[in-house]
């Protein structure tokens, strides 16, 4: 049993089961993971007691848990931190294993998970990474999977390699980029904790990366005149 | 879960998370003895930049939390499954940095299923005084106390009537905080970063009296009299005495001098000190004070720790200067500041708590 969390765009929290996702907390709020996250990660714990009375009194002494998964990004940073720092204590005081995945993962393998064959050989996963850029993937789709093959990378819409596209920032920039052909609105989809779980108990170790946030962008510290040169 | 309050014990074993700045703390304590402070520092990564950038700060707290925790731990030789709470600061600090810690401090209550005291960092700057490896400790807190807190981050003067729940703030800066204040003037002097330790030093060689820069808000408008305060009588400012060195520097480059880098350091520094020292000791002889403690990591400056013990001496005031390492930021004094509110059976704070990068003082716990 895997307990996941991403912070990447929104933030959402999944306990994955043998069985399937047991529980689940979503918000596509942006500016609020550092209060709504921790709730969350206890409402799910507890809903999983009810559910399935696995999990002790305090609900969190949790004998099932075998590691918990935390999305890596990219996203934005601050909001990014809040999961990460979160799944890092979770995960020590549990003394539990903590894998990294990229978050764009996600997204991929939705769409493999909700297209089937009608799934593009080859697809871009797109999300918001604010001024007026991208943060984007390249993936091939393979059974029941979906493999990166370039990135993840920031860069303006119109930098992106030309391909049928999955993920929010389909929605945000309409004219570069066009959304896989889908009943469902692709274009609005944000990385889940749930799909998460999935891509790190399907894949193993392939997929996994250090748990740690891959921001992309250096931070904007600008060294002040008087320090050049010295 | 975490709602429930730690059972009010005499000398609870807390654990305590510091990230609003540039030092990654965690401490433990049992009551009042200190028994792990370990601190990561960004500090380094900052020097470039000639002053703490919040977002390298806030990366680097991700980085060190769980090596810092498991050396306190290590330490301290305690499990998390012993310790009565966490405590963390949950403001004020740089907002970013705030929250990795506070993030961190959830998932260890949550986990561990201790109870969470999200805390006030100014106050625990002063609680850090009650650890036993302080000089001149004390037990408990001496009625009529007092904080003079200087920093990076702060410049205030507080009357602190309880720890856990009558604080009061008497003055602050109105812009840069005296440690800021330093770390500008080093910039302008070539002096590197940090620029306390750096000014101190350039002082050393330097006269005092060579040049006679501004005291900010000494003006009798701004201060009125004892009896009819006026609206900055127990505030500072900063940013004029920084306007006044770098027109200073100027002067000597314009005209094609070399910038006397010795004797400005000692007259900024001269500045800053006696500014600060007789506005907190005006500052206690009004507010009844008759014990205060120094905090923050100015509280290393030389001539800071002399000049405000004479005057407190001669004011008639005890002044208590804890070690160095505890007056720079760390967990200690976040867990020290924990154990004062369990052992007074203060309610823990819910684990939705955020992080408010501008708390005020008077908010001990959130
Ligand atoms: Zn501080």
């Known amino acids: ?35 709504w996250l921790a709730p969350a990660v206890q409402e799910v714990l507890s809903q999983a007691v009810l559910n399935h009375a696995v999990l ?40 539990l294993p903590l894998h990294g995945v990229c978050s764009l993962d996600a997204l991929a393998y939705r769409l493999v998970r909700t297209a089937g064959d009608d799934t593009p050989k080859e697809f871009l996963v797109a999300t918001d990474a604010r001024r007026h850029e991208i943060y984007w993937a390249r993936y091939r789709s393979a059974q029941e999977a979906a493999v990166m093959l370039d990135g993840p990378h920031v860069s303006a819409a119109d930098q992106a390699p030309a391909l049928p596209v999955v993920g929010a920032g389909a929605g945000l920039y309409p004219e570069q980029l066009h959304p896989v052909a889908l009943d469902a609105d692709v274009a609005t989809w944000l990385p889940d904790a749930a799909d998460l779980a999935m891509v790190a108990a399907a894949a193993g170790e392939g997929a996994l990366r250090d748990p740690y946030p891959l921001y992309l962008r250096e931070s904007d510290a600008q060294v002040p005149q008087q320090m050049r040169g010295r | 879960m975490s709602a429930t309050a730690a059972a009010p014990k005499a000398e609870p074993l807390v654990l305590g998370i510091e990230s609003s700045c540039d030092e990654t703390g965690v401490g433990i304590v049992r009551g009042t003895r200190l028994l792990a402070n370990e601190v990561a520092s960004s500090m380094e990564e900052h020097v470039r930049f000639g002053g703490v950038i919040p977002e390298i700060a806030a990366r680097a707290h991700l980085e060190a939390f769980t090596p810092t925790l498991r050396r306190a731990l290590d ?16 403001g004020p600090g740089l907002a970013g940095a705030l929250m990795v810690g506070l993030s961190a401090a959830k998932g260890l209550a949550m986990a561990a299923d201790k ?27 001496p009625p009529n106390t007092g904080a003079l807190l200087v920093s990076g981050g702060h410049t205030e003067i507080l009357r602190v009537g309880s720890l856990t729940d009558d604080v009061q703030l008497l003055g602050s800066t109105i812009d840069d905080a005296a440690g800021e204040a330093y770390d500008k003037t080093a910039r302008l002097l070539g002096l590197g970063y940090p620029g306390g330790p750096a000014i101190d030093a350039a002082a050393a060689d330097g006269d005092p009296k060579a040049f006679r820069f501004p005291r900010g808000l000494t003006m009798p408008k701004f201060e009125g009299s004892a009896e009819n305060p006026g609206k900055h009588r127990h505030n500072w400012s900063f940013s004029g005495l920084k306007t006044a060195v770098a027109r200073a520097v100027e002067q000597f480059e314009k005209a094609g001098q070399p910038v006397p880098v010795a004797d400005i350091a000692a007259s900024f ?23 205060l ?74």
């Open chain 1, 1 to 35: 049993m895997l307990l996941s969390i991403d912070s990447s765009a929104g933030a959402s929290v999944a306990l994955l089961g043998p069985e399937g996702v047991i529980a689940s907390r979503r918000t596509s709020a942006t500016n609020t993971h550092a209060e």
């Open chain 1, 56 to 95: 002790n009194q305090a609900g969190v002494a949790v004998k099932e848990l075998t590691g918990v998964v935390v999305g890596v990004g990219p996203g934005p940073f601050t909001g990014l931190r809040v999961g990460l720092a979160l799944a890092h204590s979770l995960a020590e005081a549990w003394g």
């Open chain 2, 75 to 90: 330490t301290a030789g305690v499990s998390l499954d012993e310790v009565d709470a966490i405590a963390v600061t949950s």
């Open chain 2, 115 to 141: 109870p969470l005291y999200g805390i006030n960092h100014l106050v625990a700057h002063v609680a850090v005084g009650l650890l036993d490896t302080a000089e001149g400790q004390v037990q408990s807190l």
């Open chain 2, 269 to 291: 520094q001269e500045a800053v000190v006696d500014v600060l020292t007789s506005k907190a000791v005006r500052a206690c002889r009004e507010h009844g004070i008759t014990t």
């Open chain 2, 293 to 366: 403690l120094l905090g923050g990591g100015v509280a290393a400056n030389r001539r800071l720790r002399q000049l405000l013990g004479d005057r407190c001496a001669s004011a008639g005031i005890q002044l208590i200067i804890p070690p160095v390492k505890l007056c720079t930021d760390n967990g200690a004094m976040v867990a020290a500041l924990g154990a004062q509110l369990v052992a007074a059976g203060a309610s823990p704070s819910s684990l939705g708590i955020p992080a408010d990068s501008s708390l005020p003082v008077e908010r001990v716990s959130v």
